[in-house]
C-alpha cells in the first residue's frame, strides 16, 4: 500500500511540474499539457491556437488533403482569401462537396448577426452598424458566383447565435470560439482530429446549423 501512495504521488508532482513548467515554457512546450489532458479525458484534441489567424497554415494543410469540406463562418471574409480560394477553383472540383454556413441578414425576427455586430462594435469603433450584414452579403454573393459552374458546393443561411467558426474535413475539425468583443481571427482556434469527442462535437453543430438553415 505504501508503494502504490508513493507511486500516486510521484505522478501527481510530475503532472504538476508539467503543467507549471509549460505554462513558464514557450507556446510549443506549453502544448503539452493540453495533449496529456485531452488524452486522458478522451476530448481528442491535437491542438489549441491562442488565435485563429495561427492556425491558417495548418487548416490551408488540411484543406488540401480533403475529400469534402463544412464552413460555418460568421462572416466570411477569410473564405475569399488565404487558403480557401482553392476551394473555389479547379482544384476545388476533386472534392466530394462544399457545405458553406454563412448568417441569414434578412431574418424577420431578433438577428443574432446584429447582436454579434454590437459585440464588435465595443473594440472596433470603425466597425460601423450595418457593416457585418453587408460584408456577409458580399461574401455570399462571392461563393454564389463560384457555385455557378459547380455542382458540389452549396451555400445555405442560418440565424443563430453567433459564437463560433467550424471548418470541417472527413479527417479534422477546426473550432473557434469567439471571444466577447473580439474578432473571430483574435479567438483561440481548437483543432480536433477525427476520430474524437471534440470532433463529433463540431460536427453535430454544423449539421444542427445545416439542418435548419
Known sequence: MGEFVIGVVSSLVATALAVVGGMALSPRVRFWPT?????????????????????????????????WVRVLAGRGNELTRDGFVALWEDEGRRLEF??????DTNHPSASWLEWREDEIRRIDPGFSRGMLAEQVDINAEYIRESAADRDNIELRRYNLPNLHRIVLTDRVAFLTLYRRATHGRDSPCIVAPRPGLMYDYAFQLFTTAWDHA
Open 35 to 67: 495533449l496529456l489532458l485531452s488524452r486522458f479525458t478522451g476530448l481528442g484534441i491535437s491542438r489549441v491556437h491562442p488565435r485563429q489567424r495561427v492556425a491558417a497554415e495548418d487548416l490551408t494543410a488540411e484543406l488540401d488533403k480533403a475529400r
Open 98 to 103: 462544399v457545405h458553406v454556413l454563412l448568417p
